[in-house]
C-alpha cells in the first residue's frame, strides 16, 4: 500500500521559502507512470493544485505560482520536495503531497504550514 | 486553464434522501478526465469517482458519477450520516484544478 508522509517545518516568516519533502513508502518514485505533486488548502477554503513532478524530474506548476515554486524528486531518497519562495500570510495553509495520473490518490495527511513573523 | 464551478454551494438535506451536485466545466474536459472527492473537516480527501463515472476502490454504489464534455453529476442515493462533508470535482486538461466544493449538510 502506497503511502506519502509531508515533513518540514510549520512555521515560515514572510518573504522567506516555504520546503516542505514527502517520503514516500511501499512503491519507488522511479520507474512508474505516475506524477508526484502538491496541493494546499488554506484554513476554510477549498483545494489548489501548485504542482507536480514526473518520475523522470520533469516538473508542472500552476501558472498562478509558477515564478515561485519549485518541485523536485530525489529517487535516491524516495521522495520529492516543494520550495515556495517569497511567501506572504495567503500562503497560510495545509499543503498536501499526492501521487497521481489524471486523478489524486492517495494524499499525504498533510502539514499546517502558518506563514507569519 | 479550465474552470471548474460547482453548484449548489451548499445542499441541505436529511438522511435518507438523494444528494445531486453538479460540477460545469468552462470548456470540455477531454477523456472525461473528472474526479470527485468527499472532504470531512480536518481529513484528507477521499477519492471518489474518476474518470467521470468509475467508482474508486471501496466506495459504496450509493455514489455515482455522470456526465461528459462540460457538464457532470455527482449523485449520493440514501444519504447515510457519513456523508455529510464537503465535496469537490476536479479535472485534468493541460493542468488540473478544482471545483470550490458543495457542502452537503444535514437539514
Known amino acids: 500500500q502506497v503511502q506519502l508522509q509531508e515533513s518540514g517545518p510549520g512555521l515560515v516568516k514572510p518573504s522567506e521559502t516555504l520546503s516542505l519533502t514527502c517520503t514516500v513508502s511501499g512503491a519507488s518514485i522511479s520507474g512508474t507512470t505516475f506524477y508526484w505533486g502538491w496541493i494546499r488548502q488554506p484554513p476554510g477554503k477549498g483545494l489548489e493544485w501548485l504542482g507536480s513532478v514526473y518520475s523522470s524530474g520533469n516538473p508542472f506548476y500552476n501558472p498562478s505560482l509558477n515564478s515561485r515554486v519549485t518541485i523536485s524528486v530525489d529517487t535516491s531518497k524516495n521522495h520529492f520536495s516543494l520550495r515556495l519562495r517569497s511567501v506572504t500570510a495567503a500562503d497560510t495553509a495545509v499543503y498536501f503531497c499526492?501521487?497521481?495520473?489524471?486523478?489524486?490518490?492517495?494524499w499525504g495527511q498533510g502539514t499546517l504550514v502558518t506563514v507569519s513573523s | 486553464e479550465i474552470v471548474l464551478t460547482q453548484s449548489p454551494g451548499t445542499l441541505s438535506l436529511s438522511p435518507g434522501e438523494r444528494a445531486t451536485l453538479s460540477c460545469r466545466a468552462s470548456q470540455s474536459v477531454s477523456n472525461n478526465y473528472l474526479a470527485w472527492y468527499k472532504q470531512k473537516p480536518g481529513q484528507t480527501p477521499q477519492l471518489l469517482v474518476y474518470g467521470a463515472s468509475n467508482r474508486a476502490a471501496g466506495i459504496p454504489d450509493r455514489f455515482s458519477g455522470s456526465g461528459s464534455g462540460t457538464d457532470f453529476t455527482l449523485t449520493i442515493n440514501r444519504l447515510e450520516p457519513e456523508d455529510f462533508a464537503v465535496y469537490y470535482c476536479q479535472q485534468f486538461g493541460s493542468s488540473w484544478t478544482f471545483g470550490q466544493g458543495t457542502k452537503v449538510e444535514m437539514k
Open positions: 499526492v501521487r497521481h495520473a489524471s486523478w489524486f490518490d492517495p
